[in-house]
Each structure stands twice: as structure tokens, then as C-alpha cells.
């Protein structure tokens, strides 16, 4: 399978303050990337879609504003958490699919944690 | 709405055993469908994707898909206790790749 890195693995931050989460596809080149986020024993809920050099799809009530995603590149996409507060606490996991890729591979998650 | 029903478990089977799992979806216009497994505390791995009705295995792993019934199936044969993790259906409808996930069901293989 292709290989997707994300970083950080894990970010401790104060409230208030801004964290940028990294998600590169080393091997191919992801037209496409996702991002999720996972609160403890729930499933996967996506936040949005980011396409290469156009602006990301978020879902319904997902604040645009204070998770700002860029897809500069075919093998970068970023997701900043904005003026972060406790409830933004939260595993956030991208994937990325493209090129001759029909599945969809998973960054290793960013494990947040604002106190 | 797009929706992705897993039977909720938690399932349990003894070390050595078959595990099933199962998975039905409404959107008939759906293409592709995928088995993820996750770990507590990371994050999903693919391990199997279907395309076309009837059976695929891989190793120990068979995928089964019926799209007339919406309906795609996991078994996991010769079960190990490194196979307990969250097994997570997601399916596909377009060229958008974009997944709609079930919630998961939860395995344990007791040694």
C-alpha cells in the first residue's frame, strides 16, 4: 500500500494558541486528502475534503473558520486548529487516495491535547 | 443520506475460530468497499477493498460482497488475539473516493 505520514504524532497546547497538523503521501500523489477526527470509542467523523489547489469541502457544522485546511501541493495537505480550546481535544487522522490508488491511506494520527 | 450499518458486537471468538462481520449500505450507486482495522489509540489500515460481487480473499481474510442485497462481509479465518481491534466498513460511490465509514465493530479473540 502507499504511505502516508502525518505529523505530529502527538501535541500538547494551550488554549487559545494555534496547532498546524501535517499530512504528506510520500509515495504517490493524492489529488484528494480527508480529514477526520475521532473522539474515544466513537467512529471516524470526516471534517472536510481538500483537493490540490482548491479550497477544502467541509461538512455540516464543522466551523471552516477555526480548522483552516490547505492542499498546496499533490502530496501535502495541512489543518490548522485555530484559537484551540479543550473540546478541540481530539484524534485527528487524514488520508489521502489518488493516482492509480482507488483506496484511501491513513496518516498516523495527531493525538491533541489543549489544557 | 449515505448510510454504513455494521453489526454493532462487541464480537468475541476463540483463538483459532472464524470471525464474521458484517456490513449493508444504502446507496446503491456505491462502487468500491473497504475493510479498515484500528488498533485502539491509532489510527486505520486497510486491510481488504472489494469491487465486484462474490468473494476475495487475502491470506487469512475473505471479503464477500453482494451488491444486489447491499451487503459486504469480513471473515477472518484461524483467528489470533493480535486480530482483537475495531473492524470498520467504508464504502465508496464515486471517482471523490470520499468514505463513508460504519461505526465499527469491536473483535476480541480470547487466547
Known amino acids: 500500500g502507499a504511505v502516508v505520514s502525518q505529523h505530529p504524532s502527538r501535541v500538547i497546547c494551550k488554549s487559545g494558541t494555534s496547532v498546524k497538523i501535517e499530512c504528506r503521501s510520500l509515495?504517490?500523489?493524492?489529488?484528494?486528502m480527508f480529514w477526520y477526527r475521532q473522539f474515544p470509542k466513537q467512529s471516524l467523523m470526516l471534517m472536510a475534503t481538500?483537493?490540490?489547489?482548491?479550497?477544502?469541502?467541509?461538512e455540516q457544522g464543522v466551523e471552516k473558520d477555526k480548522f483552516l485546511i490547505n492542499h498546496a501541493s499533490l502530496t501535502l495537505s495541512t489543518l490548522t486548529v485555530t484559537s484551540a480550546h479543550p473540546e478541540d481535544s481530539s484524534f485527528y487522522i487524514c488520508?489521502?487516495?489518488?493516482?492509480?490508488?482507488?483506496?484511501?491511506?491513513f496518516g498516523q494520527g495527531t493525538r491533541l491535547t489543549v489544557v | 443520506q449515505k448510510e454504513v450499518e455494521q453489526n454493532s458486537g462487541p464480537l468475541s471468538v476463540p483463538e483459532g475460530a472464524i470471525a464474521s462481520l458484517n456490513c449493508t449500505y444504502s446507496?446503491?450507486?456505491?462502487?468500491?468497499f473497504f475493510w479498515y482495522r484500528q488498533y485502539s489509540g491509532k489510527s486505520p489500515e486497510l486491510i481488504m477493498s472489494?469491487?465486484?460481487?462474490g468473494d476475495k480473499e487475502d491470506g487469512r481474510f475473505t471479503a464477500q460482497l453482494n451488491k444486489a442485497s447491499q451487503y459486504v462481509s469480513l471473515l477472518i479465518r484461524d483467528s489470533q488475539p493480535s486480530d482483537s481491534a475495531t473492524y470498520l466498513c467504508?464504502?465508496?460511490?464515486?471517482?471523490?473516493?470520499?468514505?463513508?465509514f460504519g461505526k465499527g465493530t469491536l473483535l476480541t479473540v480470547n487466547p
Open positions: 472489494i469491487y465486484s460481487n
Open positions: 488520508s489521502a487516495s489518488g493516482g492509480i490508488h482507488t483506496e484511501a491511506f
Open positions: 446507496d446503491r450507486g456505491s462502487q468500491s
Open positions: 467504508a464504502v465508496t460511490g464515486g471517482s471523490n473516493y470520499k468514505l463513508t
Open positions: 509515495d504517490f500523489q493524492a489529488t484528494t
Open positions: 481538500s483537493n490540490e489547489g482548491s479550497k477544502a469541502t467541509y
